[in-house]
């Protein structure tokens, strides 16, 4: 009697001991699904506030219609610095009055032409404060192309969307769109790393820490 | 399925190792060290456009030309300006912290009343309108009561228009009391004024001369124009010669003396004497300028006799305490120079000695024949551009001139302004000699000898108007306060910078709009006048200060607002004499020129030290203090965290029984201090060296409480036969 009771107990512990660990065993896999697609899907979704640019600016029509490519409108002064993205005069030379029909177009003048207001463009290869970049020494002494760094801009013909982290409120092409941080091109990416990176390859050494955080 | 405590904790494993094989543990890292840099109270440099301004720096009397780098309309840095015939792109360091001092938290914001004691600090903010109203009904008051006389006037300079405008002004209303802070170049120019008959400044033409020998003047520590000193002693160095050519007679080693060629440790108060040796030695060698004395200088044999007799290289070695052939070395070097300079001074330029002294340095200069011509001594003209009529008088400001000045200075007098009497007759009378008192551009309750005597002063003045930018200690004591914009925020004119041989005007301007609500005490003044009215109104008859500048530079205004500066390039100065003899005189109506020992105060057997002040271009000791940044620059061996360090030679602190990590008390007639010990081989037994500048009770937490203040252990000594103070120290204790 004892021994089947005994027997009985035992294979109930047994089964319950099963359970036990099945569940628990399940509960570790169901933690660790869910921060992975935390971690991988969601983290990146949240961390990005999504934002448009004032003007959907299409590069590609403009392109066509300079001479000097990118330096036309993207050049560097007399005093050797760069004058980034072009002040609103340059776009009020050739659009005083609407050139063509796009909505856009329509935007540009009568909201910012008109009244004379500055295009608050928002910057995708803006770098944190910390850091000290000088367009002179990459692409006038070293002749460096644009899209090197900046990626095939000069060919698309609407803007994309601008991704801006929540916390740092540096763009989202620094660390890169990858949230893993693992790039394919050279301009996917443009954190210390990858700048050290091409230093490394090009002059040999990655430079001293005040050379670029002054 | 049992959801227990174990499940739970499996499930926070699974989270955990998941999370750690996302990337999103190291992209938190790296976007929490780009956050914090981001904290609102972190300082990041503004981005902006970079701009440039010229303009000139009032921070002293050199009036070096400045270029202010701004970036987004913020100043960020200030510059020597290139080529400027001053300071050629030069700066000093305190030039260099303007935007520290246009940043500063002790700035005033506003005009602000008294509420609560004198001292406390508590104010109230009032509108301009509200201040000017009540200045100028305390001001009418006086003028009802016809006691006009009992305003006077406490001003930096008597040169620029700002200042000769408060002069003015004060004159027009009835007061003969317009206090000038002077200088030892004051007293110089008027020894070249006594022996030559020339009224102008005092100027040196060092780029051309090849031999300098300073009596105590810190050539390197401030005096004259610094920059330009800086680089006038630079060039010296730098020229290939094997001559000595920088002679720096003082007691200590100051760092002049250090970069000198040769340096003479004279018994402080004594080194004019070294000046009359070294005149022995042209005399008796005939090595003087033969012709230019014999043509054109008179009572040459009272002078010759005198030095012959009385000032023998052996006897000054006694007086002064440097071995003789120490002197002769010395003597025989300005001999051989071409040009030669020498200058008499002490530190900075505002200590002084006797004028019998400063005469003695001169006749030196002129048995070389360094008078009126290159690499020597001649004078510029002195504020030759205002050119304003006569005050318009009424009859109560006629009678308020005639009232004596209570400084006693006459037309007879050396010195235009004798500070130190204003501040001994009206601490020493029963009545208000003063009831109202404006101060420009000066710290007089900081900066002023004896400050026990000038509190005592200041607490009989019953209302006391400051124009200062800071809360100094003058601004403290004040009743009402009407902050001058700074100078990178205001227009004015900065005159002939001290001892620059050819007149230069430089333009003051703004190079920011003001940061807060003060206003230019020019336009105060202006508008004060306007609410007197009559004759006061009448001589002070602009619209607002910037007319009025415009007005008085005249032709000047055009070139100096394009180019910044006006300079009289073909200026030559004058080869005459316009004594009475048309001769340069070595005898004046005050004797000849000699070593005149000015005693110093306190009677050698309860006060058996020496103390002189030692003076450095790190220590800012006039109006302006000294920014935090220069406060870091002091070694250790002047300020050591609060304490202030005196230097006493290794014997003298051996016979006193000192270590140097002791703190003693320092004791002089008019005053205590505690100060600390720095024990140094380079400044003479017997004698103590205090760093000059420190010791503020105002400002901020930056300078305030960090020293003692000079000021506070000397008071003035006079000259018996000049009337001048010619304090260079006094005797004193140490108490352990």
Not at chain 2, 260 to 276: F, K, Q, V, Y
Not at chain 2, 444 to 451: A, D, K, V, Y
Not at chain 2, 506 to 527: A, R
Not at chain 2, 590 to 611: C, R
């Amino acid at each position: 009697m004892s021994t089947f009771d005994d027997q009985s107990k035992s294979l109930k512990c047994q089964a319950k001991a099963c359970n036990g660990s099945v569940t628990i065993t399940l509960c570790f896999i169901a933690g660790l699904a869910v921060s992975l697609i935390f971690g991988w899907i969601i983290f990146p979704e949240l961390l990005y506030s999504q934002k448009k640019q004032p003007i959907d600016y299409n590069h590609a029509v403009h392109l066509g219609l300079v001479d000097d490519s990118c330096n036309s409108c993207h050049y560097f002064r007399e005093d050797g610095s760069f004058s980034g993205i072009p002040k609103l005069e340059n776009c009020a030379a050739c659009h005083e009055e609407a050139q063509g029909e796009s909505k856009a177009e329509l935007e540009l003048v009568e909201k910012y032409v008109k009244p004379g207001r500055e295009i608050p463009w928002l910057v995708y290869s803006k770098q944190p404060d910390c850091v000290f970049f000088s367009h002179a020494s990459h692409v006038k002494r070293d002749g460096l192309e644009c899209i090197t760094c900046h990626g095939n801009i000069g060919n698309t013909t609407k803007t994309r969307i601008y991704e801006e982290n929540r916390i740092t409120g540096v763009s989202r092409d620094i660390w890169g769109s990858n949230i893993a941080g693992i790039k394919t091109n050279s301009w996917d990416r443009m954190k210390m790393d990858d700048c050290a990176d091409c230093h490394e390859k090009m002059v040999g050494k990655k430079d001293a820490c005040f050379v670029c955080h002054k | 399925m049992k959801v227990d405590r174990r499940t739970f904790l499996s499930f926070g494993m699974g989270a955990a190792a998941g999370t750690a094989l996302t990337p999103l543990p190291w992209k938190l890292i790296d976007d929490m060290s780009i956050w914090t840099q981001n904290w609102p109270w972190t300082p990041v440099p503004l981005e902006g456009k970079v701009t440039y301004e010229n303009s000139t720096c009032t921070l002293c009397p050199g009036g070096c030309g400045i270029t202010v780098r701004k970036i987004a309309n913020r100043v960020v840095k200030i510059e020597g300006r290139k080529n400027h015939p001053v300071n050629n792109g030069g700066i000093c360091m305190l030039g260099l912290c303007g935007p520290q001092l246009l940043y500063s938290p002790t700035r005033i914001k506003g005009p602000m009343k008294r509420i609560g004691q004198r001292g406390e600090g508590k104010w109230q903010n009032i509108s301009w309108e509200q201040a000017i109203s009540e200045l100028s009904s305390k001001l009418k008051s006086l003028r009802d009561n016809k006691k006009t006389h009992k305003l006077a006037s406490i001003t930096d300079s008597d040169k620029s228009i700002r200042t000769s405008l408060i002069n003015r002004f004060v004159n027009a209303f009835g007061s003969p009391n317009t206090i000038n802070l002077t200088s030892s170049d004051d007293i110089y120019s008027k020894v070249i004024s006594l022996m030559q008959g020339d009224n102008g400044c005092c100027s040196y033409d060092f780029e051309n001369s090849d031999f300098i020998i300073s009596f105590g003047c810190g050539l390197l520590d401030g005096w004259g124009s610094p920059v330009r000193m800086f680089q006038v002693h630079s060039k010296l160095k730098n020229s290939c010669s094997n001559n000595i050519q920088i002679v720096q007679v003082e007691p200590r080693l100051s760092n002049t003396a250090s970069k000198s060629d040769l340096w003479l440790a004279a018994n402080p108060g004594t080194e004019a004497a070294i000046a009359m040796a070294i005149s022995h030695y042209l005399i008796k060698e005939n090595l003087y300028d033969d012709s230019f004395i014999r043509r054109e200088t008179k009572n040459f044999d009272a002078f010759k006799e005198l030095v012959l007799y009385q000032y023998s290289p052996e006897k000054v070695a006694e007086i002064t305490g440097v071995k003789v052939n120490k002197i002769l070395t010395a003597a025989k070097a300005f001999a051989k120079a071409k040009n030669p300079i020498a200058v008499y001074g002490r530190g900075k330029g505002d200590l002084s000695g006797s004028l019998h002294d400063y005469m003695a340095v001169h006749c030196l200069n002129a048995l070389k024949g360094s008078i009126n011509k290159q690499g020597g001594i001649w004078t510029v003209p002195e504020k030759n551009y205002i050119k304003w009529p006569e005050i318009k008088k009424d009859d109560i400001a006629i009678a308020g001139l005639n009232n004596k000045r209570i400084d006693s200075v006459t037309e007879k007098s050396i010195l235009k302004s004798i500070p130190e009497k204003f501040i001994e007759n009206i601490s020493a009378s029963k009545e208000n000699l003063i009831e109202i008192l404006l101060i420009s551009e000066s710290n007089p309750c900081h900066s002023l000898l004896n400050t026990k005597e000038v509190t005592k002063a200041f607490n009989k003045i019953p209302y006391i108007v400051s124009f200062s930018s800071f809360m100094d200690e003058t601004s403290l004591q004040s009743d009402l306060v009407l902050p001058n914009h700074l100078y990178l925020e205001r227009y004015d004119d900065a005159q002939t910078p001290k001892g620059f041989q050819k007149p230069i005007t430089g333009l003051v301007k703004p190079v920011i709009e003001p940061l807060y609500n003060t206003k230019n005490t020019g336009d105060v003044i202006i508008s004060l006048a306007k609410e007197l009215e009559g004759t006061v109104l009448e001589s002070i008859p602009w619209d607002n200060y910037l007319s009025c500048l415009k007005e008085t530079l005249n032709n000047m205004w055009k070139p100096l607002k394009d180019n910044g500066y006006y300079i009289d390039e073909n200026y030559r100065p004058s080869n005459r004499f316009y004594t009475a003899s048309r001769r340069f005189e070595f005898n004046t109506k005050y004797g000849l020129g000699q070593f005149s020992y000015i005693e110093p105060e306190g009677d050698i057997k309860n006060y058996p030290l020496t103390l002189i002040p030692c003076e450095t271009i790190r220590l800012a000791s006039g109006y302006i203090g000294d920014s935090p940044f220069m406060l870091k620059t002091l070694d250790d061996t002047v300020l050591k965290g609060n304490d202030l360090l005196i230097e006493i030679n290794p014997e003298t602190a051996k016979k006193l029984g000192l270590n140097k990590c002791q703190k003693i008390t320092l004791q002089t007639p008019k005053g205590e201090v505690k100060v600390g010990i720095n024990i140094y081989n380079g400044i003479r037994p017997g004698v103590i060296g205090i760093p000059k500048g420190l010791g503020h009770s105002a400002y901020d937490e930056y300078l305030s409480g960090k020293g003692i203040n000079y000021n506070t252990l000397a008071g003035p000594v006079e000259d018996k036969i000049s009337g001048i103070n010619a304090c260079w120290g006094t005797r004193a204790r140490i108490v352990t």
